[in-house]
């Protein structure tokens, strides 16, 4: 029996945990966006969904600033926020390499420190299943969206409790001992983190459908992203590519 941490150790642990991450982030394929395949896919999904070129857009959770610099590559006005400083220093020089004008900023996914209606859109890729307080942090981006913004979560069931899954599991984490010479589990949370966290394996689309529900917004669309996935999953090691067969999706809804 582990006693999940209280807000703020969990908070500093995982700010903690995606700083030591930030340097090899951006090497594994579903992290950074490795191809221009990938590429061309993100830009075509986001299209779809987001408001009108020049809006104002908040990357909630940017990490190393990946769909940040997408975003203004389409011509966004892009501001991104990441508990952990070691991101957003990679997404600094990241903009700055490709000379795209992104404001990144440290922040909190839960309490943001914007004003009401500041933003047309706000996004978040793989930030969903690791908040504390899921419902929270809803109402906060509904708070600094203007209305009739766009709200943006795209997500997944990272590893579900089906044989399968467990099987894929086992096979990757092998594959990593064995041929990569590494610990499989190193980077995880610890128990105690885990235990505060409502999704800690991830979200299935239709829980993160129920919440946006709850919190209001309308319009709800849920787009399933195989394509963007299996683009991912042709370029991965044995060890990735065993394991990454998750309902990846695109949810989004309107203030």
Known sequence: MFVPLQEKEAKAEIAAKWDDSSESYDSHHGHGIKTKKEHEAWIEALSAVLPPIGSKVLDVGCGTGEMSCVLAEMGYIVTGVDLSERMLQK??????????????????????????????????????WTLLRPR?????????????????????????VSLESKLRRLIGDLSILILERRNPREGWYSKETESALPHPRGMD???????????GFKGIDLTYLDNIRNIQRKHMPFSQKVTHNAAYYMICGQK
Request: glycine share 4%.
């Open 91 to 128: 997404a600094r020089s990241k903009a700055n390499v490709a000379d795209l004008k992104v404001r990144f900023e440290p922040g909190d996914a839960e309490k943001l420190s914007f004003e009401d209606e500041s933003f047309d859109a706000v996004l978040n890729r793989h930030v969903f």
């Open 136 to 160: 929270s942090a809803l109402q906060e981006w509904k708070r600094v969206l203007k209305n009739e913004g766009r709200l943006i979560v795209i997500d997944g069931l990272w590893m579900d």
């Open 205 to 215: 689309a239709q829980k993160a459908r129920t919440y946006l529900e709850e919190a």
